[in-house]
């Protein structure tokens, strides 16, 4: 019933923040910017989405082998796009949690404690980025930020001792590779950045280097769970934030759409067909 609730309450923030959005960004204006998109920009966009699924498929899969070495790839990478289809309806998209439930001969209480370590990576490596970007346009004192988040995430198993309800996690938590998690959690960020620049090329040639931080700020904003999937949210950061690079509304708004219907739509499609198949 809570559960009910709390879906209840993000779809009508979605459903606000979306009117707010039309608002200022008229619907002619983003089907405008469409109509002039260039095309192959998009496409190229696009084929960054297995890699996307694919270094997330290897961070997880570095998690699942600590409780199952037997585990199949194939039955990885199903547990991801199954966990799409719960996380598009969850607050910061905890719902990606579920992916420790599809994998089988597997400890569960385990394996929902390493998807949350997997979760802390994923949102800890978004953070940096953004930290990064505020010490430049900011201030630099946000770099100290930064390297605070390294630290917390690089020492992240000597503090799970610190956490009563976890303890009994430690011996599992101890196997874990932080350098690596960390490595490809930073790759994936920068991937989403780069695929997030070439979308916006596709309605307007914008700078390289400015882009770069300007992306990394609308993501580490819209990181708060206040929507479905940042759904409004991030379209209205986008607006805000591009205008300093020269993007007009319409295309700043058809830009985040685009990156969400690529990077979240398609995968949870994916994942509800799973679902389906299953069942039949």
């Not at 009117?19 to 260039?38: C, E, G, H, R």
């Not at 990606?96 to 089988?104: L, N, Q, T, V």
């Amino acid at each position: 019933m809570k559960f009910d609730k709390k879906i209840f309450v993000k779809v009508v923030f979605t459903i606000l923040f979306l009117i707010f959005l039309f608002y200022f960004v008229k619907p002619n204006q983003i089907f405008d910017a469409f109509s002039k998109a260039k095309f192959v920009w998009i496409f190229l966009a696009l084929l960054l989405l297995p890699i996307n699924l694919f270094l997330q498929f290897l961070r997880w899969k570095f998690l699942v082998i600590l409780n199952n070495e037997k585990v199949k790839n194939l039955e990885v990478l199903k547990s991801i796009l199954y966990s799409f289809s719960y996380s598009i309806f969850t607050p910061a998209r905890l719902g990606e949690i579920g992916r420790a439930f599809h994998i089988s001969d597997s400890k569960k209480d385990e394996m929902v404690a390493l998807a949350f370590y997997e979760k802390l990576f994923a949102f800890g490596s978004l953070l940096i980025f953004g930290f990064f970007s505020l010490s430049f346009f900011k201030n630099y004192l946000y770099f100290i930020c930064t390297i605070f988040l390294i630290l917390i995430l690089v020492y992240s198993k000597k503090m799970v001792i610190l956490i009563p309800q976890l303890k009994k996690f430690i011996p599992i938590f101890q196997k874990v590779r932080i350098g690596k998690m960390l490595f490809i959690s930073l790759i994936f960020v920068f991937v989403y950045i780069f695929q997030f620049f070439l979308i916006l090329n596709a309605f307007e040639n914008v700078p390289i280097f400015t882009s770069f931080f300007m992306i990394s700020l609308v993501i580490f904003f819209n990181s708060l769970p206040i929507t479905l999937s940042g759904l409004g949210v991030r379209e209205l950061l986008s607006v805000y934030f591009f205008k300093e690079i020269g993007i007009s509304a319409g295309s700043a708004a058809s830009a985040s759409f685009l990156i969400f219907f690529i990077n979240i739509l398609i995968p949870t499609f994916i994942g509800f067909g799973l679902h389906i198949f299953r069942k039949k």
